[in-house]
């Protein structure tokens, strides 16, 4: 099943349960995980979907969460109920399937939604859980597609200049540069551009630690050095420390470790 939905200012989103799968912890109950497929409608179709997998509790868990902030905003939506038993019936996982869809898409509808905590948290803490410990493991071949789903699935809830979807695109060009991917260059020049309007003193902590980061990726002379050091000079006219190159993966990992604990 897939459900459209249309979003002002904005192409629309599409979200599909597009598989399930049963799911046996050791030690724990067995359950069914439901991969949904997110990905903007426009007049081609979006070759670049971003994915999500979670489980009944953890959708029910959030539909909780956000009916006790915005309960108006849920008046007419009919969230699957639990079940004691038959949650591996074929039919149930196609009713919830169905209600999971209709849930995301009323979330995708609305902006106060998208953007709130809950809904952050629940996009993304799992994953950057998973990435942290990859990375610190440096295990970063392994942690880059974890990165890449992961600034998709931000990119296409959130505004282009979102403090979550900078985090993963800033994060995005720090695994392809250390796994050598080709992309490293025009992600870093794409993150630059974006940082261009960005006024929130958080964000900009990243800003001069990501231009050291792009001048080393793009080496030599080329119109991106150029523009990098001009960034640079400017920084300096305007009074902030430009010289302390601290590292843009190291500082992203200690505010994100930061983050999934909260």
Same mark, same amino acid.
């Not at 523009?227 to 190159?245: C, E, F, H, V, Y």
């Given at each position: 099943?897939?459900?459209?939905?249309?979003?002002?200012?904005?192409?629309?989103?599409?979200?599909?349960?597009?598989?399930?799968?049963?799911?046996?912890?050791?030690?724990? %109950? %067995? !359950?069914?995980? !439901?991969?949904?497929?997110?990905?903007?409608?426009?007049?081609?179709?979006?070759?670049? @979907?971003?994915?999500?997998?979670?489980?009944?509790? +953890?959708?029910?868990?959030?539909?909780?969460?956000?009916?006790?902030? $915005? @309960?108006?905003?849920?008046?007419?939506?009919?969230?699957?109920?639990?079940?004691?038993?038959?949650?591996?019936?074929?039919?149930?996982?196609?009713?919830?399937?169905?209600?999971?869809?209709? $849930?995301?898409?009323?979330? #995708?509808? +609305?902006?106060?939604?998208?953007?709130?905590?809950?809904?952050?948290?629940?996009?993304?803490?799992?994953?950057?859980?998973?990435?942290?410990?990859?990375?610190?493991?440096?295990?970063?071949?392994?942690?880059?597609?974890?990165?890449?789903?992961?600034?998709?699935?931000?990119?296409?809830?959130?505004?282009?200049?979102?403090?979550?979807?900078?985090?993963?695109?800033?994060?995005?060009?720090?695994?392809?540069?250390?796994?050598?991917?080709?992309?490293?260059?025009?992600?870093? #020049?794409?993150?630059?551009?974006? !940082?261009?309007?960005?006024?929130?003193?958080?964000?900009?902590?990243? !800003?001069?630690?990501?231009?050291?980061?792009?001048?080393?990726?793009?080496? #030599?002379?080329?119109?991106?050095?150029?523009?990098?050091?001009?960034?640079?000079?400017?920084?300096?006219?305007?009074?902030?420390?430009?010289?302390?190159?601290?590292?843009?993966?190291?500082?992203?990992?200690?505010?994100?470790?930061?983050?999934?604990?909260?």
């Amino acid at each position: 099943m897939k459900i459209l939905i249309k979003m002002s200012g904005n192409n629309g989103l599409q979200f599909e349960v597009i598989s399930t799968r049963t799911v046996e912890p050791i030690n724990q %109950k %067995k !359950y069914v995980a !439901y991969k949904v497929a997110i990905r903007k409608s426009s007049d081609a179709e979006d070759i670049n @979907p971003a994915f999500l997998e979670r489980r009944y509790n +953890e959708f029910l868990a959030l539909y909780n969460g956000l009916r006790r902030e $915005f @309960p108006n905003h849920f008046l007419g939506l009919q969230f699957p109920r639990k079940a004691i038993i038959g949650n591996f019936n074929p039919d149930m996982i196609a009713l919830r399937s169905a209600g999971f869809e209709a $849930f995301l898409s009323l979330i #995708g509808s +609305e902006s106060q939604l998208r953007h709130s905590p809950i809904v952050i948290s629940f996009l993304q803490n799992k994953e950057l859980d998973e990435v942290i410990k990859l990375i610190q493991q440096e295990e970063y071949e392994q942690a880059r597609p974890l990165v890449e789903n992961g600034f998709r699935l931000m990119n296409k809830m959130q505004t282009d200049r979102a403090p979550s979807v900078l985090r993963w695109l800033c994060l995005f060009v720090c695994v392809c540069w250390f796994t050598g991917d080709k992309r490293a260059e025009a992600l870093a #020049g794409l993150a630059i551009r974006r !940082y261009q309007a960005v006024s929130d003193i958080d964000l900009l902590r990243y !800003y001069v630690p990501l231009l050291h980061l792009a001048k080393n990726i793009c080496h #030599g002379s080329t119109p991106e050095t150029e523009i990098i050091a001009n960034q640079l000079a400017k920084l300096r006219a305007s009074g902030m420390p430009t010289d302390n190159n601290k590292d843009l993966l190291a500082l992203l990992i200690e505010d994100l470790s930061q983050l999934v604990v909260s």
